[in-house]
Structures are given as C-alpha cells and as structure tokens.
C-alpha cells in the first residue's frame, strides 16, 4: 500500500514538474521498499510515461518548440548512455549515496535561493 502511495504521490509531483522521480527514490529506498537499482529502473519506467504523457499536453496547448525537443532529445541519449555506464561500473551503496548527497546539494540550494527571492519579494 505504501508503495502505491509514494508512486502515484511521485507521478503527480513529476507531471507538475517539481521532480517527483527524486522523492519516489528517495522514499522507495528511505522505506527499503526495493533495492536502489531496481528503484531506478522504475523511475526511469515513470519518467518514460509522465513524459509521454506532459509532451502529448504541451503538443496540444502549442507549447512545444520541435527545434528544442531534438536538442533535448539528442542530449538526453548522449547523457542516458553515460548514467547507464556509469550506474553500472559503481557498487549500489556508492550509487546511492552520491544520490543523497546531490539531493542534499540541490534541496540547500533550493531553500537559499527560495529564501534570497523571498528577502527580494519576488515570492
């Protein structure tokens, strides 16, 4: 039941683009609900679906810009076949922790900046 939860909590995050992949592995792994690897594999699997499904909604409101989308794609393939390799040379414990770290960088970024925006009143 937990896990149905945090999947359907992180695919609503994740289609109104506030990131919901990196709390559905933070929370999956955080409840060991799944090993980290296996948790990135359905990461990938719900980022594959909210993507189809966020790129259909932009086509038909003419967000989409086809110039940007094969410039995206290009370097998402570029980038994927990286993390792949590299997922696959570093151990699951080592993977996991440079996970936490970067989240921890990226969520003290967020709050700064959020703090330094809402000293400047742009909040």
Do not use: P
């Not at 999956?28 to 609900?33: K, P, R, S």
């Not at 409101?61 to 990286?82: N, Q, R, V």
């Not at 993390?83 to 414990?93: L, M, N, P, S, T």
Request: charged fraction near 15%; glycine fraction near 8%.
């Amino acid at each position: 039941m937990l896990f149905i939860i945090i999947s359907i909590s992180a695919a609503i995050l994740a289609g109104s683009g506030v990131g919901g992949g990196s709390i559905f592995i933070l929370l999956i792994t955080a409840f060991n609900l799944l090993d980290y690897k296996t948790t990135m594999g359905y990461n990938l699997i719900m980022f594959v679906v909210v993507g189809i499904t966020a790129t259909i909604n932009n086509i038909k409101s003419k967000k989409f810009d086809k110039k940007i989308f094969f410039k995206i794609i290009f370097l998402c393939l570029i980038g994927s076949y990286i993390g792949v390799h590299f997922a696959k040379i570093v151990d699951e414990q080592n993977l996991k922790k440079y996970f936490y770290i970067f989240m921890l960088i990226i969520g003290t970024y967020e709050i700064i900046s959020s703090l330094i925006s809402f000293k400047r009143g742009k909040i």
